[in-house]
């Protein structure tokens, strides 16, 4: 289908809370404006295409935003909230299953490039680290699988759900040291022991987050041209 | 009952965005846009009713159905001085200065790709609604959400609303989040 790509961020901008509506489309995507200055801004790295921050340095701060089906999630937060259901547009409310095929002309025209590695709408855990990108195929993996992993020089933990459609990536180092992970039941653990959530959050503290969200191929692809393939 | 919205005419409906629409975006043909150009459309989703309805994205709160205590939306702070907004970011050169170089995606901007006013019926959540999850009765175990945890407390936005709104301006464990999707 298009997108499919959930990014969480940390809204503020020096300290301000700033808010957000659909602007349009660029790169395949869909971009958004700020209501606080109308700077117009995509989703998939927080960066500011143009407007009056354009060019200020500002970026939002990407934070883990946790891809997969409530079945799993609910069993690893049982006591989790839900967005409240709103009546208003219930009407516009539907199942959707990422990773359906089918891009519109109205979002191809406005990509950058294409990349036909990998079949338009696969779904892949996008990691980038700010000196390399890598995508991870979900369907490459049959079950929860932890990768320790090398990018761009970084040590990295790649943890894969395929049949949760879950992804996400941390940084191996941990306290100054590097370790290695594996997968526990729900969990993973790493070589010391320590066992860590899939948020990130563990008794020891928290791993540092590397930027990675799951997203369709095509997206990832043209946002990141030189991207690597897991 | 359910409140009546009064429509509002957008200058600019543009059917595809994110989610919307017939696999292959058929009726979205007609409603192409390029840069500064703006069509209107109706929306060419499955359900599409003769009414665009739309609502007012001043932050203003209904009470939910089920009669959920809502939060009220904070307040834009609108005053603040965009012009020292200078929180710099590292340029990807690895040199360690600190640069105004746009990074990301910013820095390879080509205004000629970027189509204004497409999606712009989309209405972003702007209230931090939530039930428990044993309220959410709309929702199969196989539905994915898009989940925040901030320390005890956890909050999942489902994708089945999420494909609509796109963007959720709220808070989690009094944290402002933004969730885009």
Not at chain 1, 15 to 43: C, E, I, K, P
Not at chain 1, 179 to 189: E, P, Y
Not at chain 2, 81 to 104: C, H, I, K, Q, R
């Amino acid at each position: 289908m298009v997108c499919s790509s959930g990014v969480g961020f940390d809204p503020l901008v020096d300290g301000v809370q700033h808010t957000f509506d659909v602007a349009g489309l660029y790169n395949g995507l869909f971009v958004m404006s700020d209501r606080q200055t109308g700077s117009v801004w995509t989703h998939f790295d927080g960066t500011v295409l143009t407007g009056p921050l354009a060019g200020t340095g500002v970026a939002l701060e990407i934070e883990p935003l946790i891809h997969l089906r409530w079945g799993d999630w609910l069993e690893d937060h049982p006591d989790s909230e839900v967005l409240a259901w709103d009546e208003r547009f219930g009407r516009f409310y539907r199942e959707f299953e990422p990773g359906r095929p089918g891009l519109g002309p109205e979002f191809q025209r406005t990509l950058l490039s294409t990349d036909d590695r990998l079949p338009e709408a696969e779904l892949v855990l996008g990691v980038d680290t700010g000196a390399a990108s890598v995508a991870y195929v979900l369907g490459d993996v049959e079950k929860f699988t932890v990768l320790n992993e090398t990018i761009g020089g970084e040590p990295v933990v790649v943890v894969l759900d395929p049949e949760s459609l879950f992804g996400i990536a941390f940084s191996r180092i941990v306290d100054g040291a590097e370790r290695t992970f594996a997968a526990g039941d729900v969990d993973i653990v790493d070589d010391t022991g320590a066992v860590w959530n899939l948020d990130g959050s563990g008794p020891g503290g928290r791993l540092d987050f590397v930027t990675s969200f799951v997203t369709e191929w095509y997206g990832w692809a043209a946002y990141h041209p030189d991207t690597a393939i897991g | 009952m359910r409140p009546r919205l009064a429509l509002l005419v957008a200058p600019a409906l543009i059917a595809a965005a994110c989610g919307f629409g017939a696999p292959g975006g058929s009726d979205a043909d007609e409603a192409a846009v390029t840069s500064n150009v703006v069509s209107t459309s109706a929306p060419s989703h499955d359900d599409a009713g003769d009414d665009i309805a739309a609502t007012t994205t001043d932050g203003a709160t209904e009470p939910a159905a089920d009669g959920t205590q809502l939060t009220t939306p904070e307040d834009d702070a609108g005053s603040s001085d965009v012009a020292d907004a200078t929180t710099t970011t590292v340029a990807e050169s690895g040199s360690g200065a600190v640069s105004l170089e746009p990074t990301g995606a910013a820095a390879t901007f080509s205004e000629d790709h970027l189509s204004l006013g497409a999606g712009s019926q989309f209405v972003p959540v702007d209230v931090s609604a939530y039930v428990p999850a044993s309220e959410a009765t709309w929702l199969d175990p196989t539905d994915v959400v898009l989940g925040v945890v901030k320390g005890d407390v956890a909050v999942a936005f489902p994708v089945m609303q999420m494909q609509y709104h796109h963007i959720a301006n709220i808070e989690v464990a009094g944290e402002p989040y933004l969730v885009t999707y």
